[in-house]
């Protein structure tokens, strides 16, 4: 079992910045990969970012380039920092963690594990 909870949401501006925290508790967090989602309003939710127990990272194309994904496996605290922010980003954000296979790391099933959600809204 592992709990997670989300931190780092709020309010921002156009071209702000905002870093997203998810520490784990109850197991080890090292052991799984973790992802980022987001649900916006009226929209279902969708994968963001991941990052492996190797730390290799992939990325949803709208967001490549502006977000970075990271863990520290010390602190069992996965990371979101946004940059360059748009009234787009705007969304609940979820950390998940699962064992997913490769070809399967967007899809939100395979994750076993989620937070409460944060809330992100980028005002323009």
């Known amino acids: 079992q592992v709990q997670l909870v989300e931190s780092g949401g709020g309010l921002a501006q156009v071209g702000d910045s905002l870093r997203l925290s998810c520490v784990a508790a109850g197991s080890t967090f090292s052991t799984y990969d973790g992802a980022w989602f987001r649900q916006a309003p009226g929209k279902e939710r969708e994968f963001v970012a991941a990052v492996r127990r190797t730390s290799t990272t992939h990325y949803a194309d709208s967001v490549k380039g502006r977000f970075t994904i990271s863990r520290a496996n010390d602190k069992s605290t996965m990371y979101l920092q946004m940059d360059t922010l748009t009234p787009q980003d705007t969304a609940v954000y979820y950390c998940?963690?699962?064992?997913?296979?490769?070809?399967?790391?967007?899809?939100?099933?395979?994750?076993?594990?989620w937070g409460q959600g944060t809330q992100v809204t980028v005002s323009s």
């Open positions: 998940a963690v699962g064992r997913p296979i490769l070809s399967s790391i967007r899809d939100q099933n395979l994750y076993y594990y």
